[in-house]
């Protein structure tokens, strides 16, 4: 076989996930259940830690299974050694929670998953089925943007898209999925969270897979992890009962004044 | 009209805060680019209102017509043009924005395109109106906020400010949008110490709840020393501008005026605060807008102080600006 070159295999599913918030237990399932799907390639598009417990325990799953990762936010802050999250709360409420999970992420991060933090891409680009494909945190411009479904024109994404030469665009940062098609079979999605669940009484979490059936199209996938286990891992470690409530419960309970009136009224809190 | 008790001193009060706008001479004003145009504001009440509120930055009345209401096919002119730009968010203020006819009609424009959101004071959304809104926001994908002034938690606070009786007739329409359905912003203009906020909020949701509000969302919105502020409370003092020195590590992104205009019946402005200037009017059009803008105004010196406080989602604690500038980028 030397000198004989081998041809690169082009992955035929991709599993594309936002948010960990240190949930390693989701991150575990997720990979088996992308596993069994046929996904041979996986990208997170960021914010690995935030108010789940150990977060430590993400660093060698995202090594072992060669995940390549957006940098977040969040990365971008515990990378730099900033005093917040940077998630782009402006309720003294949101950031007063979202602060508690940002000390504690920060204190038990080891300095070597730091500093693999720091250097992390702020976007990935690769061609998948002849289309262009952008992976990004908030959005292709700014790491910390909102884009949620109820709050994001077609014509604004059209100005994205154009602006950066994409056709398809992922993202999360919001904590909710959403797809939104454009012309020319481009299309927006934002891939939700595996952190924490979707605010809609539900415990279960969601990640997407990318896929090649004629035209490239995204699969929103439910996902079922112990959550009754990170729940009390969370208990544990003190982190706050609103947020282990969000585990149980699948409602938010917490960061909920950033959320527009459409997808709020959707919630319990 | 009974419920104002500001109005006899009016007379005097709009010859003061109409005259000639003065501002300190600042040598080397910094400018602020329109980096993108993400929130596109109407000024589709004119001045015109219907409360005589003491601290209106614009001195809204209902003797005010210095901008008078945009009609529907105006807002329609702009609203075609602003999807060519890539437009993100509507805001509609006035004055009163339901005193415009024309108001539930632009909504349903505006909807079909993207997000709204109207700054009101309550007092025209009777339960017709709120069931009228309620059908219009079920009929789009994006959400309509409403934004309710209220500037204080009790009748004689609130009352103090917006006119007599204007309390009750404020939380009347809340509760109507609340029975429709909506979660309306409650915004209040902070006229009291910020040591006072959370107790401010506690007060509010308190209040709120007892009219079947459960999930109470509350902005405090700092005090803008212009118009009949400047009157009520007191102008800006001499050193309160924006300097170059102070836009260096700044995130620009925070100011109003980096990703928004204020379309008015009389052009386009550089940001909703900035209309009773004429040098603050920067085009005809959208497009035309695309230009630098002087920083030259004390109004200036609040949004730098507190991040863009005309936005939704901002907040009057003043820590923005504290923040990294890192991902921040157009």
Known sequence: MSGELQPVKRPEKIAVFGGVYNNYLALEALIADAKSKGV?????????GAFGPFPDKVFPLLLDNEIQVVQGNYDNSIGNGLDDCQCGYTDPRDNYFAQISYDYTFKNTNPEFKRWQRELP????????????????????????????STTPKHFLEKLFS??????????????????????????????VIGRPENDGATNVWYSILKKNGRVDIEFVPLEYEYERLAA????????????????????????????SKERVRGKF | MSFNSFKDQETDILMETMAPLREPEIENV??????????????????????????????????????????????????????????????????????NRDMLDILQDTLAIGPATVLTNGILIVERVAQQLKNIAE?????????????????????????KGSFDRAMKGVKNLVDAGFLPIITCAQTWEEEQNEATLAGFAAT????????????????????????????????????????????????????????????????????????AKVAETLSGSFKPFPLQHQACYTCYISGAICHNFSGASGSQKEKSASLAGV
């Not at chain 2, 009520?232 to 590590?249: C, I, L």
């Open chain 2, 139 to 163: 009929g789009s994908i994006f959400s309509l906020e409403l934004r309710v002034s209220i500037d204080g938690f009790t009748a004689t606070e609130n009352d103090k400010i917006r006119g």
């Open chain 1, 233 to 260: 891992e969370m208990k544990s470690e003190k982190m706050p009962a609103e947020f282990i409530t969000t585990i149980l419960t699948g409602w938010w309970t917490t960061c909920l004044e950033i959320l527009p």
């Open chain 2, 208 to 279: 709120l709840k007892k009219i079947g509000y459960a999930r109470p969302r509350v902005k405090i919105i700092p005090p803008l020393r212009m118009g009949r502020e400047k009157v009520r409370s007191r102008g800006y003092d001499q050193f309160e501008y924006v300097t170059e020195e102070m836009m260096w590590d700044f995130d620009d992104n925070l100011l109003q005026c980096t990703h928004s205009r204020m379309a008015t019946d009389k052009g386009v402005y550089v940001c909703p605060i900035l209309i009773d200037y004429p040098e």
């Open chain 1, 40 to 48: 041979d390639k996986f990208y997170c598009l960021g914010d690995l």
């Open chain 1, 163 to 192: 602006k950066n030469r994409a056709d398809i665009v992922l993202a999360t940062h919001t904590g909710l999925r959403w797809k939104r098609e454009l012309a020319e079979e481009k299309f927006f999605a934002n891939v939700g």
């Open chain 1, 122 to 149: 702020t976007e990935i680009r690769f061609e998948f089925g002849g289309k262009q494909v952008l992976l990004c945190h908030g959005s292709p411009r700014q790491t910390n943007e909102f884009l949620w479904e």
């Open chain 2, 30 to 99: 910094p400018s602020a680019p329109l980096h993108a145009l993400d929130s596109l504001w109407f000024q589709v009440g004119g001045t015109i209102c219907n409360l005589w509120c003491s601290h209106c930055f614009i001195s809204c009345s209902p003797k005010n017509h210095n901008f008078g209401f945009m009609p529907r096919a105006t807002v329609k002119r702009y609203l075609d043009e602003s999807k060519g730009i890539g437009v993100k968010e509507y805001y509609f203020t006035g004055g009163e924005p339901f005193m």
